[in-house]
């Protein structure tokens, strides 16, 4: 069980990366008040520009590390721009922003295989990426170091530093209280000197960039390859965020639940004694969890009072 | 302005963007919608061609609009369409009946299908308030993974993504109507949208349910007040958009295929949201929507053969229109803008 579980355990962690991030992300804008369903067309979006900077690069340069690099920063960057669309449907023109999510999700997934098309004759783009590797010292720590520090990916840190800042700056600085406060009652918070439609662009905006990273980070840890989806990973993560009630803490136990639970449906069938259980079951049983989670929850639940709702300054 | 006028801006929109991608990437939109449109009405064929297209999207897009009447963004058309499709292939395998009472049989079966799997969301939403949006993703990948392992133990295919074939008798493919346009893949299932369309018209703007089901949408405590049972028509109408969904996977997998497709979700379900979007949630315009996306889809192919642009153009413009529909308030201010601003040039003038 223990050695099944060190095997798991690095496959685990990638696959929670990606949803991680994208789900932080959305924690952002959700606590500004804006909804955001576009983590998937966004998430694409970073997939694709993380693949097409990386590929030209690595053409060029080889597989320096440096490479993947600078294709995750064209990835938030891309993620960042793209989002803009979103910010500037549902801050300036009040638009429903279930419906500029999906347009966001349906544009991006169409465009980035258009786009990948013309320029390189397939939809597909293939990249070499990160290996992975034992953190000095750490790794050599019992048990810990079996599950937490070998074989780990440089984007595993990288995610988990920014989930550390965000966790401050969300609670212990001036922007996140204003932040926060424009989610909650954004009146209030107008009335505060806060200026509402500048904090919801920035959560939308950091939503961006975190899921443009994410799905970079799905590309460069374990898929390395581009082809215009990234298996519903948006939504999932927009599960995680509810599921971890809007909380940075809630979104990093909901996405390792999810990352956990698919790595072993994948893996049940090479391990005996999950090989009884039908691997339909095993599929199924997070997203059962999960509404059930919901049902749970909706008692209590946290979610930020003014999210989705159009900010009218005029109306109180 | 009215609605139509404003998918109308939307659709302009849409195709601008797309002679300026085409353009962009270095094609000649001129030769791209010609062959674009071509592809979709050259001959019977192509028109039946894009009829046949076009049916899936009526009956999804007809479902979420009717969600959104009460209110309820039902983002769940894929999962429905593609559970209600997997009922109508089981039944089609299982029954041996004379063919025109199994075609009842499938059809009754896939809307059942559809509306059990939307049943669930809708329960969930009314007793306990849970988001649609959130469970209706979560019941698409449980349909997901559930016909992912059941089609190849039950009916396990030639290739490993599909279903075996079902049995002509079990399809809604009709030799006289495929004749009729001279080949094309057209099937009974047009006539099942159509129907579709006409009764939910009907339940919307005739009886006393639609009234109902719309004051849910309008104002939730409005109608609560009015003694509406508010909770009864979420799930009603949860459990009718559902059930529309699973037909969409019908006239999908009994109709236009002839077997059902594994590890993938049914894009059809998402265009949905799309068409609902551009046809104001009006049956009418949720035919005429889906018409012309049908159109898009099916020429493209047709481009993609005689000019080298990614047949991808086709959904880009949809989406770009999806975009710009929601955003049509944008579109809205500026006719306001322009119009007091005459009115006050007029004024200076007279």
Same mark, same amino acid.
Request: with cysteine; glycine share 10%.
């Given at each position: 069980?223990?050695?099944?579980?060190?095997?798991?355990?690095?496959?685990?962690?990638?696959?929670?990366?990606?949803?991680? #991030?994208?789900? =932080? $992300?959305? @924690? &952002?804008?959700? +606590? *500004?008040?804006? %909804?955001?369903?576009?983590?998937?067309?966004?998430?694409?979006?970073?997939?694709?520009?993380?693949?097409?900077?990386?590929?030209?690069?690595?053409?060029?340069?080889?597989?320096?590390?440096?490479?993947?690099?600078?294709?995750?920063?064209?990835?938030?960057?891309?993620?960042?721009?793209?989002?803009?669309?979103?910010?500037?449907?549902?801050?300036?023109?009040?638009?429903?922003?279930?419906?500029?999510?999906?347009?966001?999700?349906?544009?991006?997934?169409?465009?980035?295989?258009?786009?990948?098309?013309?320029?390189?004759?397939?939809?597909?783009?293939?990249?070499?990426?990160?290996?992975?590797?034992?953190?000095?010292?750490?790794?050599? #720590?019992?048990? =810990? $170091?079996? @599950? &937490?520090?070998? +074989? *780990?990916?440089? %984007?595993?840190?990288?995610?988990?530093?920014?989930?550390?800042?965000?966790?401050?700056?969300?609670?212990?600085?001036?922007?996140?209280?204003?932040?926060?406060?424009?989610?909650?009652?954004?009146?209030?918070?107008?009335?505060?000197?806060?200026?509402?439609?500048?904090?919801?662009?920035?959560?939308?905006?950091?939503?961006?960039?975190?899921?443009?990273?994410?799905?970079?980070?799905?590309?460069?840890?374990?898929?390395?390859?581009?082809?215009?989806?990234?298996?519903?990973?948006?939504?999932?993560?927009?599960?995680?965020?509810?599921?971890?009630?809007?909380?940075?803490?809630?979104?990093?136990?909901?996405?390792?639940?999810?990352?956990?639970?698919?790595?072993?449906?994948?893996?049940?069938?090479?391990?005996?004694?999950?090989?009884?259980?039908?691997?339909?079951?095993?599929?199924?049983?997070?997203?059962?969890?999960?509404?059930?989670?919901?049902?749970?929850?909706?008692?209590?639940?946290?979610?930020?009072?003014?999210?989705?709702?159009?900010?009218?300054?005029?109306?109180? | 302005?009215?609605?139509?006028?404003?998918?109308?801006?939307?659709?302009?929109?849409?195709?601008?963007?797309?002679?300026?991608?085409?353009?962009?990437?270095?094609?000649?939109?001129?030769?791209?919608?010609?062959?674009?449109?071509?592809?979709?009405?050259?001959?019977?064929?192509?028109?039946?061609?894009?009829?046949?297209?076009?049916?899936?999207?009526?009956?999804?897009?007809?479902?979420?609009?009717?969600?959104?009447?009460?209110?309820?963004?039902?983002?769940?058309?894929?999962?429905?369409?593609?559970?209600?499709?997997?009922?109508?292939?089981?039944?089609?395998?299982?029954?041996?009946?004379?063919?025109?009472?199994?075609?009842?049989?499938?059809?009754?079966?896939?809307?059942?299908?559809?509306?059990?799997?939307?049943?669930?969301?809708?329960?969930?939403?009314?007793?306990?308030?849970?988001?649609?949006?959130?469970?209706?993703?979560?019941?698409?990948?449980?349909?997901?993974?559930?016909?992912?392992?059941?089609?190849?133990?039950?009916?396990?295919?030639?290739?490993?993504?599909?279903?075996?074939?079902?049995?002509?008798?079990?399809?809604?493919?009709?030799?006289?109507?495929?004749?009729?346009?001279?080949?094309?893949?057209?099937?009974?299932?047009?006539?099942?949208?159509?129907?579709?369309?006409?009764?939910?018209?009907?339940?919307?703007?005739?009886?006393?349910?639609?009234?109902?089901?719309?004051?849910?949408?309008?104002?939730?405590?409005?109608?609560?007040?009015?003694?509406?049972?508010?909770?009864?028509?979420?799930?009603?109408?949860?459990?009718?958009?559902?059930?529309?969904?699973?037909?969409?996977?019908?006239?999908?997998?009994?109709?236009?295929?002839?077997?059902?497709?594994?590890?993938?979700?049914?894009?059809?379900?998402?265009?949905?949201?799309?068409?609902?979007?551009?046809?104001?949630?009006?049956?009418?315009?949720?035919?005429?929507?889906?018409?012309?996306?049908?159109?898009?889809?099916?020429?493209?192919?047709?481009?993609?053969?005689?000019?080298?642009?990614?047949?991808?153009?086709?959904?880009?413009?949809?989406?770009?229109?999806?975009?710009?529909?929601?955003?049509?308030?944008?579109?809205?201010?500026?006719?306001?803008?322009?119009?007091?601003?005459?009115?006050?040039?007029?004024?200076?003038?007279?």
């Amino acid at each position: 069980m223990w050695t099944t579980l060190e095997q798991i355990f690095p496959y685990a962690i990638v696959f929670t990366i990606p949803l991680l #991030i994208t789900a =932080l $992300g959305a @924690l &952002f804008s959700e +606590r *500004s008040g804006v %909804v955001n369903i576009g983590l998937d067309g966004l998430m694409i979006i970073g997939s694709f520009m993380g693949a097409f900077v990386t590929f030209k690069l690595q053409e060029q340069y080889g597989d320096a590390p440096w490479v993947l690099w600078v294709g995750l920063l064209a990835a938030m960057a891309a993620g960042m721009l793209f989002s803009v669309l979103h910010a500037f449907a549902s801050i300036n023109l009040s638009a429903n922003q279930i419906i500029s999510g999906t347009a966001i999700n349906l544009i991006a997934g169409a465009l980035t295989i258009f786009l990948a098309r013309n320029m390189t004759g397939s939809g597909n783009i293939r990249i070499s990426i990160f290996e992975p590797f034992n953190v000095p010292l750490l790794s050599d #720590i019992p048990f =810990l $170091g079996d @599950l &937490f520090f070998t +074989r *780990s990916n440089p %984007v595993t840190w990288f995610v988990l530093i920014i989930l550390a800042v965000s966790t401050v700056v969300l609670y212990k600085t001036p922007f996140g209280m204003r932040l926060r406060a424009c989610g909650e009652h954004p009146h209030a918070a107008e009335a505060a000197g806060v200026r509402v439609q500048s904090m919801r662009y920035a959560g939308v905006l950091i939503s961006g960039a975190f899921s443009g990273l994410g799905g970079a980070a799905i590309l460069m840890t374990y898929s390395g390859e581009f082809n215009g989806n990234v298996s519903g990973l948006g939504f999932l993560a927009l599960a995680s965020l509810i599921f971890g009630q809007w909380r940075p803490l809630g979104v990093l136990a909901a996405t390792f639940f999810f990352g956990f639970a698919s790595t072993v449906a994948n893996v049940s069938q090479v391990i005996p004694s999950l090989a009884v259980i039908p691997p339909v079951v095993l599929k199924v049983f997070p997203y059962v969890v999960t509404l059930i989670a919901l049902v749970i929850f909706s008692k209590s639940s946290n979610a930020p009072k003014a999210v989705g709702e159009p900010f009218d300054s005029g109306k109180r | 302005m009215n609605n139509s006028i404003k998918s109308f801006v939307a659709v302009l929109l849409g195709l601008l963007a797309g002679v300026l991608l085409m353009a962009v990437t270095g094609h000649n939109p001129v030769e791209g919608f010609k062959y674009l449109i071509e592809g979709g009405l050259k001959n019977p064929e192509r028109i039946g061609n894009t009829l046949a297209t076009a049916t899936p999207l009526i009956l999804t897009g007809l479902s979420v609009a009717f969600a959104f009447r009460t209110g309820l963004f039902n983002i769940g058309a894929a999962g429905q369409m593609l559970f209600g499709g997997f009922c109508a292939t089981a039944v089609g395998h299982w029954l041996d009946l004379p063919r025109a009472l199994l075609l009842v049989v499938i059809v009754l079966a896939g809307f059942i299908g559809g509306a059990l799997w939307a049943l669930v969301p809708g329960i969930l939403k009314a007793r306990y308030n849970v988001h649609e949006v959130v469970s209706t993703i979560m019941m698409n990948w449980i349909a997901y993974w559930i016909v992912f392992y059941a089609v190849p133990s039950y009916f396990k295919g030639s290739s490993e993504t599909e279903s075996r074939q079902l049995p002509a008798n079990a399809l809604l493919q009709q030799q006289g109507l495929s004749d009729l346009f001279q080949g094309s893949y057209i099937n009974l299932g047009l006539f099942v949208a159509l129907i579709s369309v006409v009764l939910v018209a009907f339940l919307i703007q005739k009886t006393t349910l639609g009234y109902e089901l719309k004051a849910v949408g309008f104002n939730r405590h409005a109608a609560e007040y009015a003694g509406i049972g508010v909770q009864r028509s979420i799930v009603l109408s949860m459990f009718i958009s559902g059930g529309i969904a699973g037909l969409a996977g019908v006239t999908q997998y009994t109709g236009n295929a002839s077997s059902i497709q594994i590890g993938i979700l049914p894009s059809q379900g998402f265009d949905g949201i799309a068409v609902a979007l551009l046809g104001a949630n009006a049956p009418l315009g949720v035919l005429l929507a889906a018409i012309f996306f049908g159109l898009l889809y099916s020429g493209r192919g047709f481009m993609n053969a005689m000019t080298d642009i990614p047949p991808e153009i086709a959904d880009s413009i949809i989406a770009i229109i999806i975009y710009f529909a929601a955003t049509s308030i944008l579109v809205d201010r500026l006719y306001r803008k322009y119009k007091s601003r005459r009115a006050a040039n007029k004024k200076q003038g007279g």
